[in-house]
């Protein structure tokens, strides 16, 4: 054990008469087990958090969106094998968006209809695979109309179940004599969705492609090409390489892109958690500099005899680094320690219910690796800064002037 190290221990079993020094320590590696513990778990929700909403977005939502200026285009089919050829996107398929009524046998409601291709392996909603994409929305046996598949609000807004009819209105219909008559379309509710987004299961109604088409008199058009891709995070990079191919009158728009605003606000609150919650660190480290001070006045005479024995005044400055490094590192593994265990008791017993007003009904929790380092380095940097005053002050003692006066 190097002579620094030998030192530092012995200061850390305080005397008797050393006792309140000894608590400040002891709260000191509170302090900071406290402030990391709650740094863990706080950035493991909000990681949760957006986790979760990602999965909510994009189980609607493809990953990229190719689109026309014009707002829709035909010739659609070359352009999605072209895609679908391309070494990173796993899929391709066409989608056409419209507004419409939809009423049933009580009122009526505004909806955003999206014609979907059941024939696609990747489905835009989450849950339906494309057999069952096929069976909810074919022409119903029982009647002489489609299956729609409706947000679980929607369907509560205008009274439905699974059964009934409903119709949709589009204002894309034909003039007559008697003017402007809308479109209209008799379907059969046959599945619904919760998405757990609110503003996705309260307006949006799926379905086949070509009832889309007919209902919006677009004939063979549609609005978009969804655009499944292997690696969700690398999905700027590939719409730039795609998007070379594409120019005017095509656009691209990724799901980042689109939920820039949601996302950007997420990384905002995480930030500002951390900011905040990293004072709770500040505060220990205040308390580790204090022990540290007070550690230098009681010993003064011990500062001289060392250095009338030969000690420098970096040995003396690494003695009181690493009795605060000790305190540092101790508060940090129990806290990081701690935090590790709420965050996976969180996980596997979801015994907190959170209230009908968030999007999930438990605490989502996701612990990162990442995250966890950077809270544990930024811990023991700021307990490092802390020992650094009260080291100076040691070493910088004259030992003539300690002994003499101490």
Same mark, same amino acid.
């Given at each position: 054990?190097?002579?620094?190290?030998?030192? %530092?221990?012995?200061?850390?079993?305080?005397?008797?008469?050393?006792?309140?020094?000894?608590?400040?320590?002891?709260?000191?590696?509170?302090?900071?087990?406290?402030?990391?513990?709650?740094?863990?778990?706080?950035?493991?929700?909000?990681?949760?958090?957006?986790?979760?909403?990602?999965?909510?977005?994009?189980?609607?939502?493809?990953?990229?969106?190719?689109? @026309?200026?014009?707002?829709?285009?035909?010739?659609?089919?070359?352009?999605?094998?072209?895609?679908?050829?391309?070494?990173?996107? $796993?899929?391709? $398929?066409?989608?056409?968006?419209?507004?419409?009524?939809?009423?049933?046998?009580?009122?009526?409601?505004?909806?955003?209809?999206?014609?979907?291709?059941?024939?696609?392996?990747?489905?835009?909603?989450? &849950?339906?695979?494309?057999?069952?994409?096929?069976?909810?929305?074919?022409?119903?046996?029982?009647?002489?109309?489609?299956?729609?598949?409706?947000?679980?609000?929607?369907? @509560?807004?205008?009274?439905?179940?699974?059964?009934?009819?409903?119709?949709?209105? $589009?204002?894309?219909?034909?003039?007559?004599?008697?003017?402007?008559?809308?479109?209209?379309?008799?379907?059969?509710?046959?599945?619904?969705?919760?998405?757990?987004?609110?503003?996705?299961?309260?307006?949006? %109604?799926?379905?086949?492609?070509?009832?889309?088409?007919?209902?919006?008199?677009?004939?063979?058009?549609?609005?978009?090409?969804?655009?499944?891709?292997?690696?969700?995070?690398?999905?700027?990079?590939?719409?730039?390489?795609?998007?070379?191919?594409?120019?005017?009158?095509?656009?691209?728009?990724?799901?980042?892109?689109?939920?820039?605003?949601?996302?950007?606000?997420?990384?905002?609150?995480?930030?500002?958690?951390?900011?905040?919650?990293?004072?709770?660190?500040?505060?220990?480290?205040? @308390?580790?500099?204090?022990?540290?001070?007070?550690?230098?006045?009681?010993?003064?005479?011990?500062?001289?005899?060392?250095?009338?024995?030969?000690?420098? @005044?970096?040995?003396?400055?690494?003695?009181?680094?690493?009795?605060?490094?000790?305190?540092?590192?101790?508060?940090?593994?129990? &806290?990081?320690?701690?935090?590790?265990?709420?965050?996976?008791?969180?996980?596997?017993?979801?015994?907190?219910?959170?209230?009908?007003?968030?999007?999930?009904?438990?605490?989502?929790?996701?612990?990162?690796?990442?995250?966890?380092?950077?809270?544990?380095?930024?811990?023991?940097?700021?307990?490092?800064?802390?020992?650094?005053?009260?080291?100076?002050?040691?070493?910088?003692?004259?030992?003539?002037?300690?002994?003499?006066?101490?």
């Amino acid at each position: 054990m190097g002579f620094e190290f030998f030192i %530092a221990g012995k200061y850390l079993k305080a005397k008797r008469k050393e006792g309140f020094i000894s608590l400040i320590t002891f709260l000191s590696i509170a302090g900071v087990a406290l402030g990391v513990m709650a740094l863990v778990v706080v950035i493991a929700v909000m990681s949760g958090a957006e986790t979760e909403f990602r999965k909510r977005i994009l189980g609607l939502e493809p990953h990229i969106l190719l689109m @026309n200026f014009s707002g829709k285009f035909d010739g659609y089919a070359d352009i999605v094998s072209r895609l679908k050829a391309e070494p990173d996107i $796993s899929g391709a $398929s066409p989608m056409l968006f419209a507004q419409a009524m939809i009423r049933s046998n009580r009122t009526f409601s505004g909806a955003m209809v999206r014609g979907i291709d059941p024939e696609n392996p990747y489905s835009p909603i989450k &849950g339906f695979d494309s057999g069952k994409l096929k069976k909810v929305l074919a022409l119903q046996e029982n009647s002489n109309s489609h299956g729609i598949v409706l947000g679980k609000e929607l369907a @509560n807004h205008i009274g439905v179940i699974k059964g009934d009819n409903v119709i949709l209105l $589009s204002p894309n219909g034909f003039v007559s004599p008697m003017g402007h008559i809308p479109s209209m379309k008799r379907f059969v509710v046959t599945a619904t969705f919760d998405s757990g987004m609110y503003e996705y299961d309260s307006s949006l %109604a799926y379905v086949h492609m070509t009832q889309a088409q007919q209902l919006s008199g677009l004939g063979d058009q549609v609005s978009a090409i969804g655009i499944w891709v292997d690696d969700l995070f690398d999905v700027s990079a590939i719409k730039e390489n795609i998007s070379e191919d594409y120019g005017y009158p095509f656009y691209m728009r990724d799901w980042m892109e689109i939920n820039k605003s949601l996302f950007s606000a997420l990384k905002l609150e995480k930030t500002a958690m951390f900011i905040i919650l990293t004072l709770i660190i500040l505060v220990a480290a205040f @308390n580790i500099a204090s022990a540290l001070i007070m550690m230098v006045m009681e010993k003064t005479k011990d500062i001289a005899v060392l250095k009338s024995m030969g000690a420098t @005044n970096r040995m003396i400055r690494k003695v009181f680094i690493i009795k605060g490094m000790i305190i540092g590192c101790l508060g940090t593994f129990i &806290g990081t320690l701690s935090g590790v265990l709420i965050c996976f008791i969180l996980k596997k017993y979801d015994f907190i219910k959170l209230p009908d007003a968030y999007p999930f009904t438990t605490l989502p929790v996701q612990l990162e690796t990442l995250d966890v380092v950077v809270i544990s380095v930024s811990a023991l940097v700021i307990c490092f800064i802390s020992t650094l005053y009260p080291s100076y002050k040691a070493s910088s003692m004259d030992p003539v002037e300690a002994i003499r006066y101490g």
